[in-house]
Structure formats: C-alpha cells, structure tokens
Nanobody, 125 residues
Framework: QVQLVESGGGSVQAGGSLRLSCVVS????????MGWFRQAPGKEREGVAA????????SYADSVKGRFTISHDNARNTVYLQMISLKPEDTAMYYC??????????????????WGQGTLVNVSS
C-alpha cells in the first residue's frame, strides 16, 4: 500500500521559515510527479509546488514563487518544501501527493493518485 507521510508543520511568525518533508513508501519515487498542495479553512485545495523526480523539473504557484522551494532526495524517497518569508496567508493544511502526471499540469490535483494526511502550517502576524 502506497504511503505518504508529511512532517515539519508548525506555528511561526510572519517572515519565518519552515521545511516540510514527505516520505513516500511503496511507490516508484524515482520517476514520479510529487506535489505539495494546501488548503486553508473555507478555501479550495490549491497546488503550490511540484517536481518531476525523473528530471528535477519544478513548477510553482505564482503566490509562492521566490519564497518556496521544492526538492527531492531519491535515496530517501523524500520530497521537501522549503518555505521562507512566510505570510499569514500561507496558513493552511499542507498535503503531499504522488502521481503520474496529467494533461492539466503538475499543479492540478488530477496529476496525483496518492495523498498524505497533511501537516498544519500556521503563520501569525
């Protein structure tokens, strides 16, 4: 059974940093689309960053470009999301996802088949 386990969430003040991790089990990690999504209360889930582990190609939502960096470690089957200059509007539950991609692009939920349980990020002003 495929398993994705996120960690690294927490509470920080605006301007602070966090690094999220997602460990993936029983999935072909070396050639996968890996995405980070977030969902704030009362809002739809949105894609914030994605990476194709086969090439290292990345994609970012405009709202996080220059502040968030997605990376991966094939030896550890782990994908990371480094977040700096955090803003209160970044507050959300963050989810890791794994999939084989979609015509709708790597920041679309359609690109992903498996999801983690989420880790909460709270940014206070």
């Amino acid at each position: 059974q495929v398993q994705l386990v996120e960690s690294g969430g927490g509470s920080v003040q605006a301007g602070g940093s966090l690094r999220l991790s997602c460990v993936v089990s029983r999935y072909p990690f070396a050639t996968a689309y890996m995405g980070w999504f977030r969902q704030a209360p009362g809002k739809e889930r949105e894609g914030v960053a994605a990476i194709y582990t086969g090439s290292g190609s990345t994609s970012y939502a405009d709202s996080v470009k220059g502040r968030f960096t997605i990376s991966h470690d094939n030896a550890r089957n782990t994908v990371y999301l480094q977040m700096i200059s955090l803003k209160p509007e970044d507050t959300a539950m963050y989810y890791c996802a794994a999939g084989s991609g979609s015509w709708s692009g790597p920041l679309s939920q359609r690109a992903y088949d498996y999801w983690g349980q989420g880790t909460l990020v709270n940014v206070s002003s």
